[in-house]
């Protein structure tokens, strides 16, 4: 059973609009949450992250909200450019501990121009 | 330049021959660790490490093995590789634990027939 959950695999958005990226986690444990950018025969790069005790973090374009009562978090891209287009990851681990990280399956965005 | 290197990049193999993908990194991160990316699965994690000679499992450790002899390098090894082993990995390491950012290597293409 997937611990965490990235239930659309695919997302389209017109440049210059905002994309919003969702991720569902299951393990109340959780406490710190990561998101990573993948481009095609790459390996995946750290994008923006976000510890339990916040429920907004930005940095730039690029913002992450938590809602820890509904175990969610969303990225949101404003504006969407077409570069942007990447698998995007989402992951959770604990921070009281050097434990595993779990991945989220990804979700692919294609900004189109 | 700061980066992880994983060889070889692609690799071919038949069932039961032994295989060791290298992994180096030169920003004297303390951890390390492997995943295995396979479609609608996301990244998972296969073993991760500490420190030197600290390791542990992750997600998916079956069929792997791991050392960490020296800070710089963590080698996957696969002692009778199966054609379920058959996917994309990926090395990273962080400064310091799973809640720093990691640095992910290019990937490796492993078939296994």
């Known amino acids: 059973d997937q611990q965490v959950k990235q239930n659309s695999p695919s997302l389209s958005v017109q440049e210059g609009r905002i994309s919003i990226l969702n991720c569902d986690y299951t393990n109340s444990m959780f406490d710190y949450f990561l998101w990573y950018k993948k481009y095609p025969a790459e390996g995946p790069t750290f994008l923006i992250s976000i510890s339990s005790i916040k429920d907004k973090n930005e940095d730039g374009r690029f913002t992450v909200f938590l809602n820890k009562s509904a175990k969610h978090l969303s990225l949101h891209i404003v504006p969407s450019q077409p570069g942007d287009s990447a698998v995007y990851f989402c992951?959770?681990?604990?921070?009281?501990?050097?434990?595993?990280?779990?991945f989220g399956p990804g979700t692919s965005l294609s900004v189109i121009p | 330049e700061a980066q992880v290197t994983q060889n070889p990049r692609y690799l071919i193999t038949v069932t039961g021959k032994k295989l060791t993908v290298t992994c180096s990194q030169n920003?004297?991160?303390?951890?390390m660790s492997w995943y295995r990316q396979d479609p609608g699965l996301g990244l998972r994690q296969i073993y991760y490490s500490m420190n030197v000679e600290v390791t542990d499992k992750g997600d998916v450790p079956e069929g792997y093995k791991v050392s960490r002899k020296e800070k710089r390098n963590f080698p996957l090894i696969l002692e009778s590789p199966s054609p379920n082993q058959t996917s994309l990995y990926f090395c990273?390491?962080?400064?310091?634990?799973?809640?720093?950012?990691?640095?992910f290597g290019p990937g490796t293409r492993l078939t296994v027939t």
């Open positions: 990273a390491s962080s400064l310091s634990g799973q809640t720093y950012e990691q640095y």
């Open positions: 920003m004297n991160h303390e951890y």
């Open positions: 992951a959770a681990s604990r921070q009281t501990s050097y434990d595993k990280v779990i």
